[in-house]
């Protein structure tokens, strides 16, 4: 039977040799994931279970992002319940203070996913690693705490919406505009419950992380998982990084999809979200440039090095605007330090920016950038609810690095053309 | 399982951060997520909640992050159940795991509204709204799942299973 790269990966995890959309199976998941949020309703899980010890001390990673280095009391408390669980069970991928970094960026980063793992993690933004060619998704606490204590979970296997994208990139076009048109295409409800499967000769071009910025955002769109297949790119950035075995696996040519859907590239403007919503997308040129008091370049969306790369080759040699703040946050202490070695760090700092130690951050509304009542932001990050980073009255904006550079110069949305 | 409640109307697409924003994601104590169910958008929410109301909403209903804070503060608020035309993945599997009910209905978000009196029936989906008489059906939710909900959630109900 044919099958999508998402059903095989799934039949591969279960005791099925094949699967169809719909069908309800049990899995064994190769890596769970926790942050400092999630981790604590976990491990409360995991005890009430009362199993002694965890499923496997080297599947597990837990990761203090989200409020740290320490936001407050109740926060240093959590991240303290969740050190003295990883002490306990051995849990080899615990990372403290100094090591630690944004989850789905470390991850990758320290080789612990492979193409064609199965990934299950607290956090919206799992399906990060379906760049790699993995099966990826986000789930809650409780979920969570079920499977380090048991290694296995109940999944529906999710009917596959392709998206084909061909053509030449147009300038300051990449993997965020991209997704951002995505968005603004399918709706924040357009791809619930579904696989979304990234492919086209376009994609085919794009760097590894620029996939993770495009998987990265699957769930917006309300989907389980985003997934690219493992290719040339893929077996590049694999390259001595990992000791786990990898399975590089394709969708069949004949495979079914729930819809196919051509895009062309070469349409594609510069794009940004407008608030309240990840799919209120425009393009640069339909919308009107606000002025902006924050520009935040960071996140597990595009905390990584090449966007760093991207920033700096635009605020070299030139300053922030006055009035409006620039913060920048890389995704791992690795690319801190390759961001240094680079000269982008004395860069940035030269501009005006401030650069943060690497967590989320802002993001979403947790420290190191929050805003005031009436403030409006541009960022690299993935979601703009309201109140997402801070006073309900703020307004957050999202957008690509290269905008989000070119912006904090002209103290408004725009991009580097323009500058 | 049956409920009657006080209906909460709500619109479509209420993500996460509306439910519990993240500025109180550095605890787990229900009490704490209960008082701030809702601060930004319905701020005397928690207040005027009685044990047993019921929310109401259109699409795609709790949307965005995983956290399980979002039915956790719900449920801790006093909500018994949510009837939405829709729900967000990652919400859906949280209110089961946590015992909060939730039914699916086609245009709930039409067909109810702000203060209505509802009777509702978790296992064959009907609801019945006590001010104007009219009957309408949800989606019965699967067997295995009434079993976590009638359970109080996931974890008691494994808990449950292994003491058989």
């Known amino acids: 039977m044919t099958m999508t790269i998402t059903e095989k990966i799934l039949a591969a995890h279960s005791d099925k040799n094949s699967l169809c959309p719909g069908d309800l199976i049990e899995v064994d998941v190769d890596m769970a994931l926790a942050n400092d949020i999630t981790a604590p309703l976990a491990i409360k899980v995991f005890e009430e279970l009362g199993r002694a010890q965890v499923f496997d ?24 319940i969740m050190t ?102 399918l709706g924040v409800e357009g791809a619930v419950y579904k696989a979304l499967e990234f492919s086209g000769n376009t994609i085919s071009r794009l760097s590894m992380d620029q996939r993770f910025t495009m998987a990265n955002m699957a769930v917006e769109a309300g989907a389980k998982n985003g997934i690219f ?37 070469t349409l594609i403007e510069p794009q940004v979200a407008l608030p309240h919503s990840p799919d209120n997308v425009y393009a640069l040129s339909e919308i009107v440039p606000v002025k902006l008091d924050q520009v935040f370049i960071g996140s597990c969306t595009n905390g990584r090095l090449e966007d760093l790369r991207e920033a700096s080759r635009i605020l070299k040699g030139r300053s922030v605007s006055r009035g409006t703040r620039l913060i920048i946050i890389p995704g791992s202490p690795g690319i801190y330090k390759r961001a240094i070695q680079e000269g982008i760090i004395e860069t940035l700092l030269d501009s005006g920016a401030v650069i943060g130690p690497p967590c989320c951050g802002p993001c979403l509304g947790g420290h190191m950038g929050i805003l005031a009542e009436g403030e409006k932001a541009l960022s690299t990050t993935n979601r703009n ?35 | 399982m049956k409920f009657k409640g006080r209906v909460w109307k709500f619109g479509h697409h209420v993500d996460t951060d509306l439910i519990i924003p993240a500025r109180f994601l550095n605890v787990s104590e229900l009490g704490v997520l209960a008082k701030n169910c809702f601060a930004d958008l319905r701020p005397n929410f928690a207040k005027d909640v009685e044990p047993g109301d019921i929310i109401v909403a259109g699409t795609n209903f709790g949307c965005g992050s995983s956290r399980e804070h979002a039915p956790l503060a719900i449920k801790a608020a006093g909500i018994s159940l949510i009837i939405a035309d829709s729900f967000a993945r990652i919400f859906y599997r949280n209110a089961f795991n946590i015992g909060l009910p939730i039914l699916e209905m086609e245009n709930a978000g039409d067909s109810f509204k702000e203060g209505d009196l509802l009777k509702v029936d978790l296992m064959t989906g009907e609801i019945q709204c006590l001010n104007n008489k009219r009957k309408f059906s949800a989606k019965p939710i699967p067997p295995f799942m009434q079993e976590i909900i009638s359970a109080g959630g996931v974890v008691n109900h494994i808990r449950g299973k292994e003491a058989r």
Request: aromatic share 8%; with cysteine; proline share 5%.
């Open chain 1, 84 to 185: 003295e669980f990883a002490r306990r069970h051995h849990i080899k991928h615990y990372f403290e203070l100094g090591e630690s970094g944004i989850e789905h960026v470390i991850l990758p980063e320290k080789g612990l996913v492979v193409p064609g793992d199965l990934v299950i993690g607290a956090d919206s933004h799992t399906c990060t690693y379906g760049a790699l060619g993995a099966f990826s998704a986000g789930v809650g606490s409780t979920d969570l705490g079920v499977i380090m204590a048991t290694g296995r979970t109940w999944l529906k296997v999710p009917e596959t919406i392709k998206l084909v994208f061909d053509g030449q990139l147009r300038r300051w076009v990449g993997g965020k505009d991209l997704i951002l048109f995505t968005l603004g295409l």
């Open chain 1, 385 to 419: 609810f309201l109140g997402r980073m801070g006073h309900p009255k703020s307004e957050v904006y999202l957008a690509s690095p290269a905008l989000c550079a070119a912006s904090a110069v002209l103290g408004r949305i725009g991009d580097p053309d323009q500058l």
């Open chain 1, 229 to 265: 297949e493992p290719d040339s790119v893929t077996r590049s950035y694999m390259e001595g990084r990992s000791v786990k075995k990898a399975s590089y696996l394709r969708s069949d040519p004949d495979a079914r999809y729930e819809k196919v859907i051509n895009i062309d590239t």
């Open chain 1, 57 to 80: 001390t080297e599947k597990i990673a837990l990761v203090p992002d989200h409020f740290v280095p320490n936001k407050d009391i109740e926060s240093a408390q959590q991240v303290k």
